[in-house]
């Protein structure tokens, strides 16, 4: 059964920049992140696959957001620069086997996810 873990959530003061990682248990084809904060809808961010040859963006994070895949091809990266109040919330990993549907829409119902990371931007 595969295993994602989320780790690099922290408090940050806004503008400032963070790195969350999802360690994956073995290779997975497709993974992303969303978020979801307290009372609002989930949002999809970003997505990569084949390696990292495709990556894909929701417009609202399009260009402070970066995902990447590290050498070993298990962890994924999630650089988000200039953070603001309202990102803050908890920050989900998730996988899928194929690259079919691999978008940040569909993020949230990857079959494979892991427990979160908390993000808070204050000021």
């Known amino acids: 059964q595969l295993q994602l873990m989320e780790s690099g959530g922290a408090s940050v003061q806004a503008g400032g920049s963070l790195r969350l990682s999802c360690t994956a248990s073995?290779?997975?084809?497709?993974m992303g992140w969303y978020r979801q904060a307290p009372g609002k809808r989930v949002e999809g961010l970003a997505t990569?696959?084949?390696?990292?040859?495709?990556?894909y963006y929701d417009d609202s994070v399009k260009g402070r957001f970066t995902i990447s895949l590290d050498s070993t091809k298990r962890i994924a990266y999630l650089q988000m620069t200039d953070l603001q109040p309202e990102d803050t919330a908890m920050y989900y990993c998730?996988?899928?086997?194929?690259?079919?549907?691999?978008?940040?829409?569909?993020?949230?119902?990857?079959?494979?996810r892991g427990q979160g990371t908390q993000v808070t931007v204050f000021g």
């Open positions: 990569l696959y084949a390696g990292g040859e495709s990556r």
């Open positions: 073995e290779y997975i084809y497709c």
């Open positions: 998730s996988a899928k086997e194929h690259g079919f549907g691999c978008l940040p829409s569909s993020t949230s119902s990857f079959p494979h």
